[in-house]
């Protein structure tokens, strides 16, 4: 297949020892088209089952090439991404995962959505890029700009040219929200209940590897890459309404699922079981040498700091050195293909 189709999740050469989780098949998703398909089936289930507070995570700068050109090999389980990744990259799939949100609930029609972006640069590029197919979803860089105006109605979102009652959002995306957003949000939804599906797209990764998710809303997808900040490697994923489960690959092959369980994992549960993983010699296929099992697919920081920090240093440097021009805005044929519609 041509195209963003085609994209495969794949490591960066340099970081041998977690390269194989983009070799990707099985739990899983081996591309981003397979991955927006098991995240439109978990959001469905959970809506049907009347959750109504969504929260969804996937690595960072994952973008499914939806707007600009097909972004290529992408990481899984790079460590140093939080650090490293072009900005624009990180907004681009942002605003990727908030609008194939939207795609889901395009039945409420415009008015009834809303998404909230608090960089202005990327709200501006959403409103841009959505409306070359045809989206004029309400848009705010704080949720504080949903106001209500009257019993009957809200406000124009920011930017609009003229100020005219809505009625109340029946769906806001929240892009990457800080706790002062989530703040702001609470007089927006409270007068609202159930009335309104709340979806926090892409919270902070590192908070959430450490925290879990935000109180009151439910994981319904969770694609997690190094899911304990003391290790290299691994994924913690849960596509609602299925169980949590811990992978691990190696250099070759497709990732492996260790174990599984209904509650998430906490941080001295996935601390255990990367151990017992990394210490069991028979996961370490031809011996510790060759290095092809799922104890290579995993390395525990601790000493390795010094040594990380540098890594750091040398990929940001490089990436800095690789940011290409703004991305090309798509036309509508490129998204009905992506959604394999004719």
């Known amino acids: 297949m041509a195209g963003h189709a085609s994209t495969r999740l794949a490591m960066p050469m340099q970081q041998r020892h977690y390269s194989s989780l983009m070799q990707t098949t099985g739990d899983i998703p081996e591309s981003p088209k397979a991955l927006a398909t098991e995240l439109s089936l978990a959001v469905q289930s959970a809506v049907s089952d009347g959750k109504r507070r969504i929260e969804l995570t996937l690595p960072e700068g994952l973008c499914f090439g939806l707007f600009g050109a097909p972004p290529g ?15 624009a990259q990180r ?21 009834n959505c809303a998404c909230v972006i608090s960089d202005e640069t990327s709200l501006e590029l959403a409103a841009r890029e959505w409306a070359k197919v045809g989206r004029y979803v309400r ?28 009625p109340p959002p029946k769906l806001i995306v929240l892009v990457r929200p800080k706790k002062t957003d989530l703040k702001a949000l609470a007089p927006v939804i409270d007068p609202l209940g159930n009335e309104v599906v709340v979806v926090i797209a892409n919270p902070p990764s590192q908070k959430v590897a450490v925290k879990g998710s935000r109180k009151g809303y439910e994981p319904v997808y969770t694609l ?18 299925g169980k949590w489960s811990l992978g691990v690959a190696a250099k070759v092959g497709a990732p492996r699922t260790h174990g599984r369980s209904a509650e998430r994992p906490t941080l001295d549960q996935i601390d255990a079981g990367f151990a017992k993983i990394k210490d069991d010699t028979s996961l370490v296929s031809g011996g510790a040498m060759a290095a092809v099992g799922a104890a290579a697919g995993l390395e525990r920081i601790g000493s390795q700091q010094l040594t990380l920090a540098g890594e750091v240093a040398a990929e940001a440097a490089k990436n800095a050195k690789e940011t290409g021009p703004q991305e090309v805005l798509p036309g509508q044929d490129k998204i009905k293909k992506f ?3 004719d």
């Not at 090999?73 to 900005?87: E, H, I």
């Not at 907004?91 to 008015?111: H, K, P």
């Not at 890459?225 to 994923?237: A, F, I, M, Q, T």
Request: proline share 7%.
């Open 91 to 111: 907004s681009r799939a942002d605003r990727e995962l908030a609008y194939l949100v939207l795609e889901m609930f395009q039945g409420l029609g415009d008015n």
């Open 224 to 241: 997690l890459s190094n899911p304990h900040p003391d290790w290299r490697g691994g994924v913690l994923k849960r596509s609602y309404p």
């Open 139 to 166: 848009l705010a860089t704080n949720p504080s700009q949903l106001v209500q105006k009257s019993k009957s109605g809200f406000k124009v979102s920011k930017g609009s040219k003229a100020e005219r009652e809505l």
């Open 339 to 341: 959604f394999g519609v």
């Open 73 to 87: 090999q992408q990481v899984l389980g790079d460590p140093t991404a939080a650090f490293t990744l072009p900005k």
